[in-house]
């Protein structure tokens, strides 16, 4: 029997606080019902005590969602909860998520509090949601990957007896590495035990998040928050469609599984993409411009004799299409084939006239149709249903 990882997405919270990001309650509304038919299982509207804006978000969302449940981000602050409740109400769809000070780093240079003091703002600031009747209250250990081990249990000790029942570890700098972010897994899932969800939040900054959340998940994490594209504060966060088709490929071996659906997230990335001018990139893994593309002469020959060669990720998988590029790169293999759809004999000559011409000293990049139609024009190519 498969374990099953849940996904929190954390797109319209962490993923919009970024530069250039921000979006209109009304977008967030859409993307989070794209986020749930794409099969996530807890959606974050927002910061509701931050802004007005998260506010409304976190009512339009609340309201809206039918399967997915929803999130809202706190700091250990009474007032922050009781807006958050005001935003999304009471229900066992509402998770309420705290963020308490990890690493005495934080503790002395940004809050000027003590430990002892950070402990007492859990304390009270749980009790709180409990006695307003939440079922799910979730502390968020930040900067957790630089914090002492002794005052990572206080916390989640804490924490648990205040009547949270889940712990989440965010890695805020992206300063973990997979070894230790997975010992620290570990470390809390001995403390808490097995009915506590652990939840996992890392950032990119090493390009390690992805790697991290992969090795906490084998050391015994339930849950991964990510974001779409990995968009997020400085080199963003845990990308959602690569941990989801790590799973989708590779979960069997290890044992996991997701109801992630990976053939609506690119759906979803394009709209979020348009949302925030989003720039094009063309190497992202499954999301970017030419990941499913190709130029190479060798590449394209293995492909049409058998995508299986060159394509481990298949791009319907992701509701995406396979396309072969034409450049200087590309060898005769593509005439012969496009000759071959074309129905169109041909000598080695022919091809090899067709290749000096088209591509040995070609600088133009061109998909398919636009060069079938060059060959097409070059041949004087006539046929009934096809234009050149």
Partial sequence: MRKRITFLDTTLRDGEQAPGNAMTPEQKLNLALMLEEAGVDTIETGFPASSHTDFVATQFISSKLQRASFATFSRTQVNDVRIALEAGGVSDRHLVMLVATGSDLHLENKRHITREQGLEEIRETVMYAKERGLANIAVGIE????????????????????????????????????????????????IAGPQIKISTHCHNDLGLG????????????????????????RAGN??????????HYKGSEYGLETGIKLDKL?????????????EDSRMQPLFGKYVFSTAAGIHQQGILNDPDTYEYVKPMDLGRERQLLVTRHSGRTIIR??????????????????????????????????FTRKIKHELGFRATGVSV
């Fill in 143 to 190: 900067d957790a990957s630089r914090a002492k081990y002794d005052y990572i249990e206080a916390i989640t000790r804490t924490a648990l007896e205040a009547g949270a029942n889940q712990i989440i570890l965010a890695d805020t700098t992206g300063y973990a590495v997979p070894p230790t972010f997975g010992h620290l897994i570990s470390f809390i899932r001995r």
């Fill in 210 to 233: 992805v790697a991290n959340v992969l090795e906490a998940i084998k050391e015994g994490a339930d849950e991964v928050q990510a974001t779409l594209g990995g968009i997020g504060e």
């Fill in 238 to 247: 845990t990308s959602l469609e690569q941990v989801a088709a790590f799973l």
């Fill in 266 to 278: 690119y759906t979803a990335y394009l709209t979020l993409k348009g949302y925030i001018d989003l």
């Fill in 337 to 370: 084939h496009l000759l071959k759809e074309l129905g169109i004999s041909s000598t080695d000559e022919q091809i090899n006239a067709l290749y000096e011409k088209f591509i040995h000293h070609s600088s133009s990049c061109d998909d398919l149709p636009t």
